[in-house]
């Protein structure tokens, strides 16, 4: 492909709706609602939020602003800026190409609660044992599995402006309708929600910790897709008039609304109704709301509308995740796009099968000492992988690439980068350490030496 015929989003309401839909995905829907309950409601979602308009910020617009600047996916982008960094592009190519499997089987396990929920099944998903009997299936799972892979590929296949651009501009609006419906809706008729709502959204500083700091920049690098090779893809795909500085705020604004919503639709219920599995994990999308959907007023409808919802999440992520990887194959063995996506694919799905057996046929396998070979995938990507990634990159641009080459580039036409002063400083001195403790801290929660 050549460089000078690199697809391009048509304008900034494109790209901060795609940039936006990629950060906000499953990590948005569950992992933030319950990392809130965990420690402390208000006083996590106020570190969270100081933390993603300041380091959050900071890294997200040196992964745009490297895209932009050489038009590349990470592999060359980083190799056109510094051959001793191209590991960097490498280890960026890899993490998506490792996160889409096992993401695409969870969003098939959505589809199939969707589904369920529309044909008025939500009684029989309330029972705590359907979870693990469905995923523990040899079968059905991988069916769902493959149709939420398909979907992904169609958009992949319509290319940026058609598919990407098009679908992002309706899933995202969907999105904030349905969670702002489904908000209302559990307020009005949860008895006790409005108490929840009050421990979430009010800081008790006498609940705050390191552990409280670390948690929420895990929980920010997670949902804002850094370190995944997707802003600098997206970056690429970005015209040059166009405010790098605004557009990563108002991406910031769209994600953390999002994880803020997603807070307020599951905490202030699940504190009225069940707080004792509020900290469950993944466990509370799939056992814990459906047990609550089927005690609330037309449960059916409200849990369809639930994972519906999530759906939408999930697939604006796949969607982000599955372009990186063509991108990169397309750059790297100049490829056409259809043969790239096809590729993307059969890789998809390969690795996704050792998924859906990891909780079937290959239950007993327990890479590393993991639960599942699922969970290995996603302590490898997001636990070692990415912290590694984002290291390298603020070291990368701090004292090699230096914080005036990105600041240079944010400022073309005319575009002032208002906290280049607070970015040259996270990105040099604070990003390495918060990124190291990051690195080390996952790392010791993986092999359960540290609860976070």
Same mark, same amino acid.
């Given at each position: 492909?050549?460089?000078?015929?690199?697809?391009?989003?048509?304008?900034?309401?494109?790209?901060?709706?795609?940039?936006?839909?990629?950060?906000?995905?499953?990590?948005?829907?569950?992992?933030?609602?319950?990392?809130?309950?965990?420690?402390?409601?208000?006083?996590?979602?106020?570190?969270?939020?100081?933390?993603?308009?300041?380091?959050?910020?900071?890294?997200?617009?040196?992964?745009?602003?490297?895209?932009?600047?050489?038009?590349?996916?990470?592999?060359?982008?980083?190799?056109?800026?510094?051959?001793?960094?191209?590991?960097?592009?490498?280890?960026?190519?890899?993490?998506?190409?490792?996160?889409?499997?096992?993401? $695409?089987?969870?969003?098939?396990?959505?589809?199939?609660?969707?589904?369920s929920f529309t044909?008025?099944?939500?009684?029989?998903?309330?029972?705590?044992?359907?979870?693990?009997?469905?995923?523990?299936?040899?079968?059905?799972?991988?069916?769902?599995?493959?149709?939420?892979?398909?979907?992904?590929?169609?958009?992949?296949?319509?290319?940026?402006?058609?598919?990407?651009?098009?679908?992002?501009?309706?899933?995202?609006?969907?999105?904030?309708?349905?969670?702002l419906f489904i908000?209302?809706?559990?307020?009005?008729?949860?008895?006790?929600?409005?108490?929840?709502?009050?421990?979430?959204?009010?800081?008790?500083?006498?609940?705050?910790?390191?552990?409280?700091?670390?948690?929420?920049?895990?929980?920010?690098?997670?949902?804002?897709?850094?370190?995944?090779?997707?802003?600098?893809?997206?970056?690429?795909?970005?015209?040059?008039?166009?405010?790098?500085?605004? $557009?990563?705020?108002?991406?910031?604004?769209?994600?953390?609304?999002?994880?803020?919503?997603?807070?307020?639709?599951?905490?202030?219920?699940?504190?009225?109704?069940?707080?004792?599995?509020?900290?469950?994990?993944?466990?509370?999308?799939?056992?814990?709301?459906?047990?609550?959907?089927d005690g609330m007023?037309?449960? %059916?409808?409200?849990?369809?509308?639930?994972?519906?919802?999530?759906?939408?999440?999930?697939?604006?992520?796949?969607?982000?995740?599955?372009?990186?990887?063509?991108?990169?194959?397309?750059?790297?063995?100049?490829?056409?796009? %259809?043969?790239?996506?096809?590729?993307?694919?059969?890789?998809?799905?390969?690795?996704?099968?050792?998924?859906?057996?990891?909780?079937?046929?290959?239950?007993?396998?327990?890479?590393?000492?993991? &639960? &599942?070979?699922?969970?290995?995938?996603?302590?490898?990507?997001?636990?070692?992988?990415?912290?590694?990634?984002?290291?390298?990159?603020?070291?990368?641009?701090?004292?090699?690439?230096?914080?005036?080459?990105?600041?240079?580039?944010?400022?073309? %036409?005319?575009?002032?980068?208002?906290?280049?002063?607070?970015?040259?400083?996270?990105?040099?001195?604070?990003?390495?350490?918060?990124?190291?403790?990051?690195?080390?801290?996952?790392?010791?929660?993986?092999?359960?030496?540290? %609860?976070?």
């Open positions: 492909m050549e460089q000078s015929k690199r697809s391009s989003f048509t304008g900034k309401i494109g790209f901060v709706l795609a940039a936006a839909g990629s950060a906000v995905g499953l990590g948005n829907i569950w992992r933030f609602p319950y990392l809130a309950a965990k420690y402390g409601g208000g006083i996590f979602l106020l570190v969270y939020i100081i933390l993603s308009v300041t380091f959050g910020f900071s890294l997200m617009i040196a992964e745009i602003t490297i895209g932009r600047k050489t038009q590349l996916s990470p592999v060359e982008a980083y190799k056109s800026l510094d051959k001793r960094f191209s590991f960097i592009g490498y280890l960026s190519a890899i993490v998506p190409m490792l996160i889409l499997p096992y993401y $695409s089987v969870i969003g098939g396990w959505v589809m199939k609660y969707a589904f044909l008025g099944q939500g009684s029989d998903m309330a029972n705590g044992s359907f979870f693990t009997g469905f995923i523990g299936k040899a079968g059905e799972p991988i069916l769902w599995f493959a149709i939420f892979v398909a979907l992904t590929a169609g958009v992949i296949f319509l290319g940026v402006q058609k598919g990407i651009e098009k679908v992002s501009k309706i899933m995202m609006p969907a999105l904030v309708v349905l969670m908000v209302i809706y559990s307020l009005c008729t949860v008895d006790g929600a409005l108490d929840g709502v009050l421990y979430y959204i009010t800081p008790d500083f006498s609940k705050f910790s390191v552990m409280t700091v670390v948690a929420a920049m895990g929980q920010l690098f997670y949902s804002m897709s850094l370190a995944m090779g997707i802003m600098i893809t997206f970056g690429s795909y970005m015209k040059k008039e166009i405010s790098i500085e605004k $557009s990563t705020h108002q991406i910031e604004i769209f994600d953390t609304g999002i994880a803020f919503l997603a807070g307020l639709m599951i905490v202030p219920v699940c504190v009225a109704t069940d707080p004792n599995n509020l900290t469950a994990g993944p466990s509370l999308m799939f056992i814990t709301m459906p047990k609550i959907f007023p037309a449960g %059916n409808v409200i849990g369809a509308i639930f994972f519906l919802m999530v759906l939408l999440a999930a697939l604006t992520s796949s969607i982000s995740l599955m372009e990186t990887v063509v991108s990169t194959i397309q750059d790297k063995w100049r490829l056409s796009r %259809n043969v790239s996506c096809f590729t993307v694919i059969g890789i998809s799905i390969t690795l996704g099968l050792l998924s859906c057996f990891g909780f079937s046929i290959w239950s007993g396998f327990k890479p590393l000492g993991l &639960d &599942d070979i699922l969970t290995f995938f996603d302590f490898l990507t997001n636990s070692v992988m990415m912290p590694i990634i984002a290291l390298s990159t603020s070291i990368f641009i701090g004292y090699f690439l230096k914080p005036k080459a990105v600041i240079d580039e944010v400022e073309l %036409n005319g575009n002032k980068l208002s906290l280049k002063g607070m970015f040259s400083v996270i990105i040099r001195y604070i990003a390495p350490v918060m990124l190291l403790i990051i690195l080390v801290s996952s790392v010791l929660d993986g092999f359960g030496i540290i %609860n976070i």
